[in-house]
């Protein structure tokens, strides 16, 4: 019986779907006893996280992202966080440096959110915090750490970045790229999907399509990879959101493929 004939019969989906929470969060899956509940068991777990187009460490990168940025009840980020710690997707390291990376994205109470899931869960799980290294030891100079940042912003990006004219564009240039996205406590695939999960939901129409064509062109992510991330995005942003992230990703796409800057004329 294949994948899609076994998800008709409601046993086996719901089935699959308690089987699938246990593996991705830790924990024995609760009974499902309201719809939407038992839409989580079903859909959420048992038909998308069933999916083999994206990896599990970056569904978890997603749904973790997501689930603080989107502002998620509480329990659904503990239940990622404690499962990614638990199955070793995610050392304790690189999640203390992913709630870094989205407190840049998202805003430092998403990312406090992050660290507070991550206490618990290493808490939880008798897990010993490592000592973690400053994030700047050695002195720097501004002149310097905007060259590092103007180079990490190509590297990043594909394209060349602009000046700092204000405080807020050479923060761009200095610190999120000069400082944050040169950091390699965390591989860059895994800082792109969150970063991905943090322009989606802000709106802004520059940004979401920028980035999710640098996510293509930078090598971080395929095509079919971003089109699972709309679908793993849209769980936590809703439905509305993610039809518009649908367009941005089709549009991207066709540039990419055709060679073309994310901005160029179609």
Same mark, same amino acid.
């Given at each position: 019986?294949?994948?899609?004939?076994?998800?008709?019969?409601?046993?086996?989906?719901?089935?699959?779907?308690?089987?699938?929470?246990?593996?991705?969060?830790?924990?024995?899956?609760?009974?499902?006893?309201?719809?939407?509940?038992?839409?989580?068991?079903?859909?959420?777990?048992?038909?998308?996280?069933?999916?083999?187009?994206?990896?599990?460490?970056?569904?978890?990168?997603?749904?973790?992202? #997501?689930?603080?940025?989107?502002?998620?009840?509480?329990?659904?980020?503990?239940?990622?966080?404690?499962?990614?710690?638990?199955?070793?997707?995610?050392?304790?390291?690189?999640?203390?440096?992913?709630?870094?990376?989205?407190?840049?994205?998202?805003?430092?109470?998403?990312?406090?959110?992050?660290?507070?899931?991550?206490?618990?869960?290493?808490?939880?799980?008798?897990?010993?915090?490592?000592?973690?290294?400053?994030?700047?030891?050695?002195?720097?100079?501004?002149?310097?750490? #905007?060259?590092?940042?103007?180079?990490?912003?190509?590297?990043?990006?594909?394209?060349?970045?602009?000046?700092?004219?204000?405080?807020?564009?050479?923060?761009?240039?200095?610190?999120?790229? #000069?400082? /944050?996205?040169?950091?390699?406590?965390?591989?860059?695939?895994?800082?792109?999907? /969150?970063?991905?999960?943090?322009?989606?939901?802000?709106?802004?129409?520059?940004?979401?399509?920028?980035?999710?064509?640098?996510? /293509?062109?930078?090598?971080?992510?395929?095509?079919?990879? /971003?089109?699972?991330?709309?679908?793993?995005? #849209?769980?936590?942003?809703?439905?509305?959101?993610?039809?518009?992230?649908?367009?941005?990703?089709?549009?991207?796409?066709?540039?990419?493929?055709?060679?073309?800057?994310?901005?160029?004329?179609?």
């Amino acid at each position: 019986m294949n994948q899609n004939t076994t998800l008709l019969d409601p046993a086996e989906r719901s089935k699959r779907g308690d089987a699938l929470y246990a593996e991705v969060t830790g924990k024995k899956a609760p009974k499902a006893k309201t719809p939407y509940e038992q839409s989580w068991r079903d859909f959420v777990f048992a038909e998308v996280w069933s999916r083999p187009g994206m990896d599990r460490r970056a569904r978890y990168l997603v749904a973790i992202a #997501g689930a603080a940025i989107c502002a998620t009840a509480c329990d659904h980020l503990d239940g990622y966080v404690h499962g990614a710690l638990k199955s070793g997707a995610l050392s304790i390291s690189e999640l203390r440096e992913a709630a870094l990376h989205v407190s840049v994205y998202g805003g430092w109470g998403k990312g406090g959110d992050i660290e507070a899931a991550i206490t618990r869960a290493a808490k939880a799980l008798k897990i010993e915090e490592p000592e973690h290294p400053p994030i700047r030891a050695e002195a720097w100079d501004q002149h310097t750490r #905007g060259e590092q940042g103007a180079a990490e912003f190509m590297k990043v990006m594909t394209f060349r970045g602009g000046p700092g004219l204000s405080p807020y564009l050479e923060a761009i240039r200095n610190f999120v790229f #000069g400082e /944050m996205w040169c950091r390699r406590s965390l591989d860059e695939r895994s800082r792109r999907w /969150m970063t991905l999960v943090g322009v989606c939901e802000s709106c802004a129409e520059t940004p979401i399509k920028s980035h999710i064509h640098a996510a /293509m062109a930078s090598g971080n992510c395929t095509p079919d990879e /971003m089109q699972e991330f709309v679908l793993a995005y #849209g769980i936590h942003a809703g439905w509305p959101k993610a039809s518009v992230i649908q367009a941005a990703v089709f549009e991207m796409t066709r540039k990419f493929e055709a060679g073309l800057p994310w901005d160029a004329k179609l």
